[in-house]
């Protein structure tokens, strides 16, 4: 279609409104005035960003990446039961729970999640599966980096998940803090690890 | 079904508006479902007596006008003429009375879903969301326990989830005869207990995890495994032994995860023992066989399937070949290898019977079993069962429960003819005849039935001489009816495939000219192509091999130690042709091993000891493991001479056709009961739980098998000057095996021996059989 | 004391009436003697004629009960004497039994031939050992006498007695849980039907009777049916032991014939406790709905008491003047139901785990007054719907007493505790103030 002819409207509603100027004053006002936007952009404020050099934070719940967090003394706070498998729509959370013993200790309580896969090339960060965590350890980060080049690295097993250990924390497993129990983890009793839960 | 129904007295109710009608007797519950009114309950099973416990099932009843002042458990309550229900769907009463009695349920049940096993499952979860408050008022303390306690090595118990429904202790005490747990203490501090010193070993026990409303009873294997979302369920049939009892297997990602009862009331009810339920980790061994394997230079190396197929072809290529099918075949594989024998390597020399042996076990198979429809519900009409080379519990558990019931139910009589009173027994309330084993044919010929009786007789009776003789002989005076239960699943089905000497399919005497020209029609193939004489046995056939008359065995799923005492030199000089789940001591000596699919990996069917039919299908979905059949049927191919079927449909339907057979059964000559061997004899058999090799990797199963002792009588005690406890050694002039003495209720001179704990390999350490004569002594 | 009709404690202040001279001494044995001269089935129409109503709580007629025993069934018979009185204020038979226990033998003969039972069992508490003791002696004395044994009197009767004490739980005093504790099971109650009548101990038709009803029959066999109906009311003939307990100043046993009320029993008892009044009480133990003072006129007969909507129960009259908390008194009751509770059916051991915790809630001042109405919610989901009568006697006192005190369960709330000093309730605190 030349641009000298009349575009042929589609349906007749459109017909009338499209009318491409050929030459004239009014032709060149119009023109200055898309320049003055060019313009004046030139004083604005610089929305884009340089991305990946500059990185900008992203609203407080963004849905990102998701994390397994911890109690205070580094057991895990998940306990395998897949509520957030079973919530999830996409099915991209595969779970298996496992039994704790007092030897081989990972969460508090009867049980802990052994396998843990979020398949991200499944997963529409809709936050359902944290809304089902009744332990609160599944929480999601605001990372939102998630490209690979395969299929594989993109789904994350527990070590991907799992927040990374702080001050104070051990890694699991380990016994519970001394002269607790499951009570005292689940009621916020337990605010840090104490030496003699080093796993021997 | 053209058989007349019984005459019952028929009831009519009104139930929430709707009439309906059901025999008398009925409890209201089962009316109301009976119209799709589910009244929920907790204590309340079909197959219990009623309790009326949990009180979650209350409802308004009218009779005649006159109202009953407070709702009534519906699961306590028979039907009556003229009665008027009204369930929650119709009376606030009977809705605010379950609300009530849910909440209440709730004041004491911890909140801890998210880790327990029955979650997502639960009963009580379930009928909480459809009968319960939204919300709990109840603010106060809950009772606490100790999280779960072992009550036996595979049965966990959450006391603090339980609801006291008194579901597992009934069915302990009423179904199996094991009252190993019963309540304790009192009050909500109410629990179930067991007697500190005598865990939960019932060989029933899987039932009561099956039975639990909530998740207070589950099962060490499955603890956390999964949850139901996860699981696909499949339609199974046991491959333990010959009951036939319908499962449900549960695969995770190709992984069986656990089995389940399933709900067949002709046959197994709702039940099934703990080894259907909890033997299932053989088929995920780390040690399975993967690929083929043939020998190069003396070492089995591993082989693409063509290769392998050619090398087996080529090595029973125009030999003369003897085939081994083993006892736990489908019946399409048996099939299988019965035309493959015939048709493919033209031989008669097939055995199904990987164990002990005899041919007059043969002829009467042959005579009175094959063909034969006696079923379990011929023991629920029975007017006395006999039982003979048989223990029901150890043996064949469903036909124990069956028969447990009816003497609960009717006080049937029963008897044991055995050389030791087993528990067993004692909760049959059996007459106990003593004999010392081999002489059961003598005690037979004292009987006297009617055509009402079932003679049950279990496979090791061969090893009396004359024992199955004189089944017979009692048969045919009393018109009684011949169960012979076979202890494997596939023997029964092996046996009407044709997988053995002087059967052809559907029990066509071999020996029957039209028979084989009958079976050489359908199999498309020249009919004196068929041999005319009956074939070898098992431990013939090992004896030919070795010395060197058959040079090529075809060996599926055969453990040789299984059998008495066998030569192993023909396995040395033979071709063999392994198809096996697993390294044993045939594919050691093997030329070709194949690997074979484990039964959740095929498709098939089963022939309970009733004859039967039990199909099931594939429940692992994703497989490299092919069946018997159709290895066999690239082997035929390979050899020139198909099978004419490579698929389990295919080769169904072929036996179809071939399965009855409306000519002249064979004919049975009696053989005499032998003498008595002198001094000590030998007793022994194979228990429910054992060293078998459908056993391996279960260790919460292994825990609550029976202990390995030697039982001997107080009489033969004293003449050894041995105690209860004390080391005995037994042996024979193939070696010697020693165990602890328990003091038991045997016949004098015998002592009793597992036939196969892993401390007691009767057939492998001593080789020699029930009444054999043994050596016994006291200390190693 | 004109209204006291004594019968069964005639002689209890005499030193030797446990004995069986001194039973003997006041034609104790003879009504045996004439029994077993008479045709059993006329013994039961006699005590048919009687009116003789349970006095175990039920208040069911006790010759009906054995006239529903088959006869010429070939089976063996039984009767079993409930001697397990454990309730709150119910103190009637163990006096009994301490005072006379021949009479018990006597009716327990009287009975057995009646319903053809060749064994008959006393299943008594545990706890009360003397009474065990004195019960155990009498039996032996009466095997010695002849009166029990083979062909006792030469009647051609036979009948062993035996005496099996209890462990001491309140639920073994209903009667199917008793048998199955007698039969060495657990003590819980049993489905019926099948009723004892037909399948009782052992499977086989079984009595099982209070031990102050079996010990009236001996005096109705001496006497006659006519005599005993012309004491008591229309429909609840006959004379009763009512006990007395509490804030009275002289508790005890009061024999009188049914029908009396508490206002004459209080003349009789000497009246509420001396500088106080009447504030309530309970007409037959503590699993009854209680009364208060604007009851005082009601006959204590079975029509009447229910008409008032409470039950005549064990007639045990447990008295509470104005000093006791009632929410206090009924708290205890509760403990008691919640540490008695079997554990068989969920309403009520789960609702009385419950209700205590409520309660002791309450009686701390904490809740509000909508917790009464969940009180009362759950109290009403518990009555008629647990399994045996245990339950609804626990829901009974707490409905009872917010219906007549609700007040005083606010006052708690308001307060922030319970208003009451528990010392004012006490009897030593009335001996002070006596003195």
């Known amino acids: 279609m030349s641009e000298l002819e009349p575009k042929r409207a589609i349906d007749g509603a459109a017909e009338e409104s499209i009318h491409i100027p050929i030459a004239g004053p009014a032709s060149l006002f119009t023109q200055l005035k898309g320049f003055w936007v060019t313009f004046a952009a030139q004083f604005k404020k610089v929305t884009t960003v340089q991305y990946p050099e500059v990185k900008e934070p992203t609203a407080p719940r963004f849905h990102g990446r998701h994390q397994l967090n911890r109690h205070p003394d580094g057991l895990e706070k998940c306990i395998g039961c897949e509520l957030c498998a079973w919530a999830c729509p996409a099915d991209a959370i595969y779970v298996e729970g496992a039994d704790n013993s007092d030897e081989q200790r990972y969460s508090p309580g009867e049980r802990y999640g052994k396998v843990y896969q979020i398949n991200y090339l499944r997963c529409i960060f809709c936050g359902l599966c944290i809304e089902a965590c009744p332990t609160r350890a599944l929480t999601m980060t605001n990372e939102y980096e998630l490209a690979d080049d395969s299929r594989k690295k993109l789904i994350f097993e527990k070590e991907d998940l799992l927040a990374p250990l702080r001050s104070g924390m051990l890694q699991p497993p380990h016994p519970y803090y001394p002269g607790t129990d499951d009570q005292d983890y689940y009621h916020g009793r337990v605010t840090e690890a104490h030496p003699s839960q080093e796993q021997k | ?780 | 004391m004109s209204k006291l009709t004594p019968v069964l404690s005639a002689h209890w202040d005499e030193p030797d009436s446990f004995t069986l001279a001194g039973y003997q001494r006041h034609g104790g044995y003879n009504a045996m003697k004439k029994a077993l001269d008479m045709d059993a089935d006329a013994v039961i129409a006699l005590v048919k004629d009687s009116g003789l109503r349970g006095r175990g709580g039920a208040g069911f007629p006790t010759g009906n009960k054995w006239g529903f025993i088959p006869q010429g069934d070939n089976k063996d018979h039984y009767l079993v004497v409930n001697a397990d009185e454990s309730e709150p204020g119910t103190c009637k038979d163990t006096p009994l039994l301490m005072a006379n226990p021949h009479v018990l033998v006597e009716g327990v003969i009287i009975a057995s031939y009646a319903i053809r039972a060749k064994h008959a069992f006393i299943y008594i508490r545990g706890e009360v050992t003397h009474v065990t003791r004195r019960l155990l002696q009498a039996i032996e004395d009466a095997y010695k006498a002849g009166f029990l044994g083979k062909n006792i009197l030469g009647k051609g009767f036979d009948l062993e007695l035996t005496l099996h004490i209890g462990a001491g739980a309140y639920i073994c005093g209903e009667e199917t849980a008793l048998l199955d504790s007698l039969e060495g099971f657990r003590g819980q109650p049993r489905l019926r039907p099948p009723f004892p009548a037909i399948a009782g101990l052992y499977a086989r038709p079984t009595v099982v009777n209070n031990v102050e009803s079996i010990a009236s029959v001996p005096a109705i066999i001496e006497k006659g049916a006519e005599w005993f109906t012309s004491l008591g009311t229309e429909k609840s003939k006959g004379f009763t032991l009512y006990s007395l307990s509490g804030h009275v100043n002289n508790p005890g046993q009061f024999e009188a014939p049914l029908g009396i009320t508490l206002r004459e029993l209080l003349e009789l008892s000497g009246g509420v406790r001396s500088g106080h009044r009447l504030k309530f009480w309970t007409p037959g133990g503590s699993s009854t709905p209680i009364f208060t003072d604007a009851h005082l006129d009601t006959p204590l007969d079975y029509e009447s008491v229910s008409a008032a909507g409470s039950m005549l129960g064990t007639k045990a009259l447990q008295i509470f003047d104005e000093t006791t908390c009632v929410l206090r008194a009924v708290l205890r009751w509760t403990e008691f139901y919640k540490h008695e509770s079997c554990g068989k059916c969920t309403p009520c051991r789960e609702g009385t785990w419950w209700l205590v915790q409520i309660l002791r809630d309450l009686e701390n001042g904490k809740g509000t007054e909508a917790d009464l109405a969940k009180l009362l919610d759950i109290c009403d989901n518990l009555l008629g719907r647990s399994f045996c009568a245990l339950g609804d006697g626990a829901a009974s006192p707490i409905m009872s007493s917010i219906k007549y005190f609700r007040g005083e369960y606010i006052a708690h709330l308001t307060n922030g505790g319970c208003p009451f000093d528990p010392v004012a309730a006490t009897l030593f605190a009335s001996s002070k103030a006596g003195a």
């Open chain 2, 1 to 780: 079904m053209t058989a007349v129904q019984p005459q019952t007295d028929l009831i009519t109710l009104t139930i929430d508006g709707f009439e309906v009608t059901v025999p008398k007797g009925t409890l209201v519950i089962r009316a109301a479902e009976q119209l799709g009114i589910q009244i929920p309950r907790f204590c309340d099973h079909p197959l219990l007596s009623p309790v009326g416990a949990c009180r979650q099932c209350l409802v308004d009843i009218e009779i005649n006008g006159r109202a009953f002042p407070k709702p009534q458990a519906s699961c306590t309550i028979p039907v009556e003429n003229g009665m008027v229900v009204k369930t929650q769907l119709t009376s606030e009463v009977a809705h605010k009375a379950q609300e009530g009695v849910m909440e209440f349920l709730l004041v004491n049940h911890p909140l801890d879903c998210p880790v327990c096993d029955k979650g997502g499952e639960c009963p009580l979860q379930n009928q909480a969301m459809t009968s319960g408050r939204g919300e709990s008022r109840f603010e106060g303390k809950k009772r606490t326990f100790e999280k779960p306690i072992n009550i036996s090595s595979q049965v966990l118990l959450d006391r603090e989830r339980c609801i006291l429904c008194a579901r597992c202790t009934r069915f302990s005490k009423e179904i199996a005869g094991d009252p190993f747990i019963d309540m304790g203490e009192r009050g909500a501090l109410q629990q179930v207990a067991i007697y500190e010193k005598d865990p939960f070993d019932s060989y029933f026990s899987g039932n009561t995890v099956q039975i639990c409303p909530v998740g207070a009873l589950t099962g060490s294997a499955y603890r956390f495994r999964s949850r139901p979302f996860d699981l696909v369920s499949t339609p199974s049939v046991c491959e333990h032994c010959a009951s036939g009892c319908s499962l449900r297997t549960d695969v995770r990602r190709n992984k069986t995860l656990r089995r389940l009862a399933g709900n067949d009331p002709e046959v197994n009810e709702e039940w099934n023992c703990d080894k259907g339920r909890w033997a299932f980790q053989y088929t995920m061994v780390k040690d399975r066989i993967a690929t083929p394997l043939i020998r190069e230079n003396g070492v089995l190396r591993e082989a693409s399937w063509p290769e392998a197929i050619a090398v087996a072809a080529n090595g029973l290529q125009g030999k003369k070949a003897g085939v081994l099918v083993g006892g736990r075949a489908t019946v399409e594989d048996s099939y299988a290898y019965a035309k493959f024998a015939r048709a493919t390597l033209g031989t008669n020399d097939i055995d199904f019977r990987s164990r002990p042996h005899s041919d007059e076990e043969r002829d009467f198979l042959a005579a009175h079993v094959v063909g034969s429809k006696v079923r379990y519900s011929d023991i629920d009409t029975a007017d006395h069962v006999v039982l003979v080379g048989f223990e029901p519990e150890e043996e064949s558990p469903i036909v124990f429960l069956r028969i447990r019931k009816q003497v609960r139910k009717r006080a049937l009589s029963v008897t044991a003819i055995s050389p030791w009173q087993t528990r067993g027994f004692k909760k049959l309330q059996a007459k106990y005849i003593g004999v010392a084993p081999g002489a059961e044919g003598n005690a037979l010929a004292q009987l006297s039935l009617t055509n009402q009786s079932v003679i049950v007789v279990g496979e090791r009776l061969c090893e009396s001489a004359g024992g199955l003789s004189a089944v017979a002989e009692l048969a045919r005076k009393s018109g009684a009816k011949i169960a012979w239960v076979p202890r494997r699943a596939g023997e029964r089905g092996a046996l009407e495939a044709g997988a053995i000497g002087n059967l052809l399919p559907g029990g066509r005497p071999i020996s029957d000219a039209a028979a084989r020209v009958d079976v050489a029609a359908a199999w498309s193939i020249e009919s004196d192509s068929i041999p005319t004489s009956a074939g070898s046995d098992s431990k013939a056939i090992f004896a030919a091999a070795a010395r060197g008359e058959i040079k090529a065995l075809v060996i599926g799923g055969v453990d040789p130690f299984d059998m008495h005492a066998p030569d192993f030199a023909g396995l040395e000089s033979a071709f063999v042709l392994s198809l096996e789940l697993r390294p044993s001591a045939i594919t050691e000596r093997a030329d070709v091993v194949l690997p074979v699919a484990a039964v959740t990996e095929k498709s098939g069917s089963f022939m309970s000891w009733e004859g039967r039919t039990r199909s099931f299908e594939q429940a692992v979905p994703e497989t490299p493991h092919q069946s018997d059949l159709y290895i066999l049927s690239l082997i035929a191919e390979a050899l020139g001479k198909p099978l004419g079927f490579s698929t389990v449909r295919g080769a169904a339907k072929e036996f179809g056709t071939l399965a009855n057979w409306d000519g002249a059964r064979a004919s049975f000559t009696s053989h005499p009961v032998a003498n008595a061997a002198q001094g000590v004899t030998l007793a022994s058999w194979r228990q429910l739980l054992d060293n078998g090799s459908l056993q391996v990797n279960e260790p919460n199963l292994a825990g609550t098998a029976r202990k390995a002792v030697a039982r001997i009588n107080a009489q033969l005690a004293a003449k050894l000057g041995v105690a209860n406890g004390d080391l005995v050694t037994i042996s024979t002039d193939h070696g010697a095996l020693s165990l602890n003495v328990e003091l038991s209720d045997l016949v004098d001179d015998v002592v009793w021996l597992p036939r196969n704990a892993v401390a007691s390999q009767s057939l492998r350490m001593l080789g020699v059989l029930n009444g054999a004569q043994v050596n016994i002594r006291k200390g190693l």
